[in-house]
């Protein structure tokens, strides 16, 4: 049997001429292509029954999404595939003057969710909405340490290396500190948390705020090594 050889050149025309097949496709084809594929993965993900939560981790994408640890690599490859359909599809919106209502690569997903469960043997996640009152109110004390010592082993020493957040404490706002290199993206994603949480505990309190608070953060400070964000009404 003979064997072919493929020059760098001739590889390289195939790649190209791959994804010239790619950017040929329609809008309508590849948000196609991506629900078959969103549906592949929950197809996939709830093919193990759940009876021990802790087998489950949450992984974040384009969305969340519980994993046994079982099914992880398949998960990685669906991804993977997923993700070069998103793009794909968000370049088709942009050649056809689309607005694309659907989540692109460098989508960050809003609304994290609390906790993971399992439900009627199904591995579940647990949104603030799905949370009752007293739920509520169990998690904001705990969410509220977690955030105050996020950054506890993270001296400050120079004030340009953070930026200042607002971590809503009721109807008002106060400070916070998210470091611009360190774990900032995992720091934000739990400061929106709490604040969705507050602000489901407003509205089942059935709490009317007046609106008289601070609305304004100055730059951080470093005072005794720690970064301090004071706010103010404008």
Request: hydrophobic share 30%; charged share 25%; aromatic share 8%.
């Amino acid at each position: 049997m003979k064997k072919i050889l493929f020059s760098l050149p001739i590889i390289g025309l195939i790649l190209f001429l791959a994804c010239s097949k790619d950017s040929s496709k329609s809008y309508e084809y590849w948000s196609e292509q991506v629900n078959k594929k969103t549906q592949e993965i929950s197809t996939l993900l709830e093919s193990v029954s759940c009876t021990n939560i802790n087998e489950f981790e949450i992984i974040k994408r384009s969305n969340y999404y519980l994993v046994h640890s079982s099914l992880k690599s398949q998960f990685e490859n669906l991804s993977k595939e997923l993700d070069h359909m998103l793009d794909e599809q968000d370049k088709a919106a942009a050649r056809e003057g689309i607005m694309n209502i659907y989540p692109t690569l460098d989508y960050i997903p809003f609304n994290p969710p609390v906790k993971k469960a399992c439900v009627n043997g199904k591995a579940t996640l647990l949104y603030s909405k799905d949370l009752s009152l007293d739920e509520i109110n169990a998690e904001l004390p705990k969410r509220y340490k977690e955030l105050q010592e996020f950054y506890k082993d993270v001296t400050c020493t120079n004030p340009n290396d953070w930026t200042s957040h607002f971590l809503r404490t009721g109807c008002c706002m106060e400070g916070i500190a998210v470091h611009k290199t360190i774990r900032s993206t995992e720091m934000k994603e739990k400061i929106e948390l709490y604040n969705i949480l507050m602000e489901n505990k407003l509205r089942l309190d059935k709490t009317t705020c007046q609106g008289d608070c601070p609305n304004m953060a100055k730059p951080v400070q470093c005072k005794d090594g720690k970064p301090i964000v004071e706010v103010y009404k404008s």
